[in-house]
T-cell receptor, first 119, second 108 residues
Framework: GAVVSQHPSRVICKSGTSVKIECRSL??????MFWYRQFPKQSLMLMAT?????????EQGVEKDKFLINHASLTLSTLTVTSAHPEDSSFYIC???????????????FGAGSRLTVL | GEDVEQSLFLSVREGDSSVINCTYT??????LYWYKQEPGAGLQLLTY?????DMKQDQRLTVLLNKKDKHLSLRIADTQTGDSAIYFC????????FGQGTELSVKP
């Protein structure tokens, strides 16, 4: 089945540095990928929709200059947290649509998530 | 209120059935979904139901949809300790909207 690989799974960085998280669709092409943020014991909050070859679409309240998204190819999207601060510490999850045309359910496949801790 | 709401916790004994409930406000979603999240991991799709169906069964999982009441439930038969996780229901309103998640605890 469809697999989405996310890397790194855990990262610790110092305040003020930038961190890049990669999301890859391993066995399918994803023209659209999604980036979520999840706080402890809470639901997933959609941050942005990543479109291959074009600019990402950010949700209201998400700083596009803070969270840089690049969708360089049909199998890779990256999220860069720039000038990270402790309040950016969170669990970031990406997902991609495997485009199940038979069911039409447009099921999303999720990566395993990346735990960011900013000291 | 929120678009999708779930109770936060459910505790059952191993072997019992678990029923996780979800209510939603927007009935335009063609499909409704149940995802499972184990600790420190991403989300795994468990099952989904087409909005014109009332019920869908898949092995130990039974999904019931009451469109009139905008109520979705997930029943897990013969609950095992490996079923302990957080379960999210989701609807599609352009983008996927998730509930807060129900933490299922299965006691031996």
């Amino acid at each position: 089945g469809a697999v989405v690989s996310q890397h790194p799974s855990r990262v610790i960085c110092k305040s003020g540095t930038s961190v890049k998280i990669e999301c890859r669709s391993l066995d399918f092409q994803a023209t659209t990928m999604f980036w979520y943020r999840q706080f402890p014991k809470q639901s997933l909050m959609l941050m942005a929709t990543s479109n291959e070859g074009s600019k990402a679409t950010y949700e209201q309240g998400v700083e596009k200059d803070k969270f840089l998204i690049n969708h360089a190819s049909l199998t890779l999207s990256t999220l860069t947290v720039t000038s990270a601060h402790p309040e950016d510490s969170s669990f970031y999850i990406c997902s991609a649509s495997s485009g199940s045309l038979t069911s039409g359910a447009n099921v999303l496949t999720f990566g395993a998530g990346s735990r960011l801790t900013v000291l | 209120g929120e678009d999708v709401e779930q109770s936060l916790f459910l505790s059952v004994r191993e072997g019992d059935s678990s029923v996780i409930n979800c209510t939603y406000t927007d009935s335009s979603s063609t499909y409704l979904y149940w995802y499972k999240q184990e600790p420190g991991a991403g989300l795994q799709l468990l099952t989904y139901i087409f909005s014109n169906m009332d019920m869908k069964q898949d092995q130990r999982l039974t999904v019931l949809l009451n469109k009139k009441d905008k109520h979705l439930s997930l029943r897990i038969a013969d609950t095992q300790t490996g079923d302990s996780a957080i379960y999210f229901c989701a609807i599609r309103k352009g983008k996927l909207i998730f509930g807060q998640g129900t933490e299922l605890s299965v006691k031996p």
